[in-house]
């Protein structure tokens, strides 16, 4: 009896252990030094933070972090005093039970943030329309501008095409007759792009984030990215500030990492 006692409660506990990491959320940004219930190490971007955790930060005139949770919480703690900074803020609970393609989203984001490469390319122009997409590679390496572009008025650009630091091909003239242009973008293999849309006067009009996706992959990369999308905006209209164009280009580069490279170290 004692023996089926403790298996049970080794049950018990390794299934409770494996949800509370997927109940983890994501430090986004974190300035200064942070730490979760009072470890040795400090916090980064992109470590896990747990639900119900204490947060301290060592003094410092701009101490701030924001943590994002898998139900939609987006949370801003900071503090500017000795005294406030070692008290600490706590996380709270989750308001509720995160859904797979909720837990999905943040396993791929925070793949994606580990990475070493990071994000691709500068930050865009306030003025530049962004956008994200997972585009099918058609079977002879290209895929049609149109699912990319659908938003870019008619006329005469220069696009610039970067796949990552491996990955730079050369700019071209575009000329662009609307949402039913079959154009087509040759690339030398699967994984995600950024296309940079310039104007005549040289100024950047479009950027956009694409996954081309084989066939075999597409159907279901496309579906977790309209998920995650559909997710993102409803939890904006609650919790405002998310940063609904970040998430979607490092969710795209996590779906884009290898198959048996997709389970997160824990």
Not at 94 to 101: E, F, R, T, Y
Request: proline share 7%.
């Amino acid at each position: 009896m004692w023996r089926l006692k403790a298996w049970s409660a080794a049950v018990l506990l390794i299934a409770t252990t494996f949800w509370i990491h997927a109940e983890d959320g994501i430090a986004w940004k974190v300035r200064g030094n942070w730490r979760q219930n009072r470890t040795q190490t400090f916090l980064q971007s992109g470590d896990a933070a747990t639900p119900g955790a204490l947060l301290t930060a060592e003094s410092s005139n701009d101490a701030s972090i924001i943590i994002l949770l898998p139900d939609g919480q987006r949370l801003l703690f900071d503090c500017h005093d000795a005294h406030t900074c070692a008290q600490g803020f706590r996380i709270p609970a989750l308001i509720a039970k995160p859904d797979s393609d909720s837990i999905t989203l943040f396993d791929n984001v925070r793949r994606a943030m580990h990475q070493s490469a990071g994000c691709m390319g500068p930050p865009p122009a306030a003025t530049t329309a962004e956008t994200e997409i997972v585009a099918p590679l058609q079977r002879d390496g290209a895929i049609l501008l149109k699912h990319a572009l659908a938003a870019l008025p008619p006329g005469q650009y220069r696009m610039a095409v970067e796949g990552g630091s491996e990955t730079k091909l050369p700019e071209h003239s575009l000329t662009w007759s609307g949402s039913q242009d079959e154009a087509q973008l040759p690339l030398p293999h699967a994984g995600v792009y950024s296309l940079r849309i310039f104007g005549s006067l040289g100024s950047e009009r479009m950027r956009v984030t694409l996954l081309a996706a084989s066939p075999e992959l597409y159907p279901s990369h496309h579906a977790a990215f309209e998920d995650a999308k559909k997710d993102l905006q409803e939890w904006n209209e609650t919790f405002p500030g998310w940063p609904m164009h970040e998430w979607l280009q490092l969710l795209l580069r996590g779906l884009a990492q290898p198959q048996d490279n997709k389970k997160p170290s824990r």
